[in-house]
Structures are given as structure tokens and as C-alpha cells.
């Protein structure tokens, strides 16, 4: 009986490497992060910004609960999906991971220069703070529709600016965000590579981040998604929060409006 | 009269000129600047564009190729300045030239000045069968030298190949200004010993690139 049910398991995998030979690899990749969606470890890092967000810190020791993310002081729910924007206090447009800085600093007392020192963490280690609050406003924006607005001049001038970045050639290797991301049915090696100056693709992509990157243990942010582009770019290292990056983020915000909120996604 | 008139326009051009400087915010270039810090090998001057780079970024932000005259000029001032090997000997050892095909490596500011820097061929081309991860920004070069009818790349009846294929690698734009492929000669990512190898990768007869 035993070896009969490992004869059958036998046919099963047989059956099933033979049908996984005939995929394309694409399709096998795509397959692969289908089976890691379930079960997302960036869930942790949610809950971890959660209760850091409520809780009184700092030298004012005050939470973050009364920080204006463009919805009003305290609203969290849905406001990811529309940053980058122009915030009047200020007088800057400013993302997601901007206006948290901003907000640990003007409610909390923490010194920037603290908070922005090392903002990421390194492969495998803990998540910092800031990755695990990133964590918590981007899963409160789960499903809703991305409405990165345009109306303030200034948030026109940010969009503007970062599509001139976006498509600015420079460096060793003459590379710039474009010589990737501006044709259709792009790869370098297997990896697809989104089209972001079209919608679609700029939607997926933009909702998608930031992930859990299995290859690394860590849930990168969308300002470091931006600033590894750079490096591969061969492009000095993009500052943490610098203005280039919250243009560049308002450029593939504005190009992705309309699309549907689905971060913290996971990665390979 | 006439002091006020002059008075009224200097007023007026400083109402334009200071709703020009509204209306655009703060110059790209100065965000740029601003936006970038010098680590390790990658220095802040890798952000000081060329003709070249300068021409491509504004072509492609207007999302129109580039004109002819000015494409032609920047196509000929590029191949002016391809150096060809000081020996003569354009072709090296295919599997040194296959290692650099697959290196990634090179000039990012978590390299350090000793990084062997790599081609990093595979990222947009497809090169030898074997390798199936190979991308797709760049023509496939399996069979390069075959399909161009390369048999003896030191016969003198492949002499052109031999030389376009040097030309594209020291600086693509040779060939088509705003290639997205790197001036790998142009721009020192590789040395002319590891061009050497490339070619022989590309146009050996017994190289993977050209067997079946």
C-alpha cells in the first residue's frame, strides 16, 4: 500500500515537472509570486507601525496620531493612495515617507537628521521604524483607488520635474529611468520591467511598493526602490526624502492614478 | 510720460519675470544637484551631462527621436573617437569574454575601484544558447558572427564586421545616437583587453555565440 501511494506520488511529480517544462519562464516566475502572496511577512511589519504609530514616543512624547497625511490630522485610511501632495504647513509637496518624517519631527520632537540617517535596514536584519511605519500607512491604503492630485501649482512643478528626471541620461553608462521603464514588454535577464510612462503598468507598479523582498529578508520603501534604481544606474546615491525622489514618486503617482492600492506587496 | 512708460514696463517685466519663476519652481537641474551625495567610487560629476546625454534626455522627455542633423553629428563625432586596439588584434579568448558577458558588476557606488567591471551582456541580449536568462532591450546576438557570414575573423573579408563590431561596443552611438547601450569603450567600463574578449565572444567561430 505504502509503495503503491509512492508510485502514485511519483506519477503526480512527474506529471507536474513535465507540465512546469512547458511554461515559459515568465510564467513560472509569475507562478512563483502568486504562491507568495499568500502569507505576506510585510503583515508583521504592519502591525509593528501600527502600534508604533499610536504610541506616545519621543522627546514631546506624543503619538502620531494627530499627523495630517492630506486627510485631515489623524486620518490614516486611504491617505498613501494620494501622495505624493502639496502640504501648506510646509509649503513643499511632499510623499508618503516625506510627511512621516515630517510629522516625527514637528509632533514627536525626533531630530531629522536621527530619523533619516539610516532609514533602511540592511539584508535580514530588523526592519527600522520608518520601514515599519511605511508598512502600516501603505496596508491602510489596501483597495483604494491611487488619486495623486495635480491642482496645486507646485504639485504640477514636482510631476513636471520628475519626468524630466525620469528621462534624464547621465553617468557612466548613459542610463536613466527610461532606458528601462519607457518601452513595453521590456526584461533585463528575466525580469519584466514595467512600462511606467504608461498607465497600466505605471498602476501595477506603483501599487505595488512598497514590498516584502524575499531576496533580502526586508520590506523596501518606495524611496528605496527609487534609490537602488539609481545605483544600478551607476548615479551617485540618491539622498533619503531629497526633492529628485518625491518628484520621481509624483511623476509614477500621477501615471498611476486610477489604479487600485495593493501594498505592502511581496517580491522576489 | 516717458519715465513713467519706462517705469510701467520695467514693473511689468518684473511681474513676468516673477510669475515665470512661479510657475516653474526650482530649475531640474538644481533639484538634481541637490538630490544626489558622492559615495565611494560614484562622484558627484557623474551627474554633469554630455552633448550627448543632454540631447537624448530632451529627445526622449519630448517623446520624439532626435533630428536628423543632429543625430548624424553626434553619430559621427562618435565614431570619430572609437579607439581601435594599439596592436591590431581585435579578438581575444571567447570564455574570458563569456565571464564578462555575465558580470554585473562594475562602477555602482557599493563597488570599489578594483572592481572587475563587467559587461553585463546577458541583462539585454541573448548570447549563447545555453543561457536562457537573458533580457531583452537589445537585439539577440546568438549566431552574431555567423548570420554576418564570419567564417576567419582574420580574414580581410571580415575586416568590416570585425571593425563595425568594435565601433558598437566602444560607443553605440556610433552607430544610432541614444542607443540605451553603454560606451563601454567610450566610457572606460571595460578595458581594451576585455573588449578583445567580447569580440572573440561575439565573432569566434568555436565561441557558443556561433555553434549551433
Known amino acids: ?268 | 510720460m516717458k519715465t513713467n512708460n519706462t517705469l510701467i514696463l520695467l514693473g511689468a517685466a518684473a511681474i513676468v519675470a516673477g510669475c515665470a519663476t512661479m510657475s516653474a519652481g526650482p530649475d531640474v537641474t538644481e533639484v538634481i544637484k541637490a538630490s544626489f551625495q558622492e559615495r565611494g567610487i560614484a562622484k558627484l560629476d557623474r551627474l554633469e551631462q554630455t552633448p550627448l546625454q543632454k540631447a537624448c534626455s530632451q529627445a526622449d522627455a519630448a517623446g520624439k527621436p532626435l533630428d536628423a542633423a543632429t543625430a548624424s553629428r553626434l553619430e559621427q563625432a562618435a565614431l570619430a573617437a572609437v579607439k581601435p586596439p594599439a596592436d591590431g588584434t581585435y579578438l581575444g579568448d571567447w570564455k574570458e569574454g563569456e565571464k564578462i558577458a555575465q558580470s554585473g558588476r562594475g562602477l555602482q557606488f557599493n563597488d570599489t575601484a578594483q572592481t572587475v567591471a563587467g559587461g553585463n551582456c546577458y541583462a539585454c541580449h541573448q548570447l549563447s544558447k545555453a543561457e536562457i536568462s537573458f533580457g531583452n532591450i537589445g537585439p539577440s546576438l546568438y549566431q552574431y558572427g555567423k548570420q554576418r557570414g564570419v567564417a576567419n575573423p582574420a580574414d580581410p573579408a571580415s575586416a568590416e564586421i570585425v571593425k563595425y563590431t568594435w565601433g558598437k561596443l566602444w560607443n553605440s552611438h556610433a552607430y544610432r545616437a541614444c542607443s540605451p547601450m553603454p560606451r563601454f569603450g567610450d566610457a572606460g567600463i571595460l578595458t581594451e583587453v576585455q573588449l578583445k574578449h567580447v569580440m572573440a565572444l561575439l565573432l569566434d567561430p568555436q565561441s557558443p555565440v556561433n555553434t549551433p
Open chain 1, 1 to 268: 500500500m505504502k509503495w503503491l501511494a509512492y508510485g502514485a506520488a511519483c506519477a503526480v511529480s512527474l506529471a507536474g515537472a513535465s507540465a512546469l517544462a512547458q511554461k515559459s519562464a515568465a510564467d513560472a516566475i509569475a507562478d512563483y509570486r502568486a504562491s507568495l502572496q499568500d502569507g505576506n511577512p510585510a503583515d508583521l511589519n504592519a502591525a509593528r507601525g501600527a502600534a508604533l504609530w499610536n504610541k506616545a514616543r519621543g522627546p514631546k512624547n506624543a503619538s502620531l496620531q494627530g499627523c495630517d497625511l492630506g486627510k485631515g490630522p489623524g486620518v490614516v485610511a486611504g491617505a498613501a493612495a494620494s501622495l505624493p501632495r502639496y502640504f501648506a504647513d510646509a509649503d513643499a509637496v511632499m510623499d508618503v515617507e516625506s510627511r512621516l518624517v515630517h510629522c516625527m519631527v514637528t509632533l514627536q520632537g525626533f531630530k531629522r537628521e536621527e530619523l533619516t540617517a539610516k532609514p533602511y535596514s540592511s539584508d535580514g536584519q530588523k526592519a527600522t521604524e520608518i520601514e515599519d511605519l511605511v508598512a502600516f500607512l501603505y496596508d491602510e491604503s489596501r483597495g483604494m483607488p491611487i488619486a495623486v492630485p495635480t491642482g496645486h501649482p507646485k504639485e504640477q512643478q514636482a510631476y513636471q520635474r520628475g519626468k524630466q528626471i525620469f528621462f534624464f541620461r547621465a553617468g557612466p553608462y548613459d542610463f536613466s529611468c527610461a532606458s528601462c521603464h519607457s518601452a513595453d514588454g521590456q526584461r533585463i535577464r528575466l525580469q519584466d520591467l514595467p512600462n511606467l510612462t504608461k498607465t497600466a503598468p505605471a498602476q501595477a507598479a506603483f501599487a505595488a511598493w512598497p514590498a516584502y523582498r524575499v531576496s533580502q529578508g526586508a520590506v523596501r520603501t518606495m524611496q528605496w526602490r527609487l534609490y537602488d534604481c539609481f545605483r544600478q544606474q551607476r548615479m551617485p546615491e540618491l539622498k533619503y526624502l531629497s526633492p529628485a525622489s518625491v518628484d520621481l514618486i509624483a511623476f509614477l503617482g500621477v501615471n498611476a492614478n486610477g489604479g487600485k492600492m495593493a501594498a505592502p506587496s511581496i517580491k522576489r
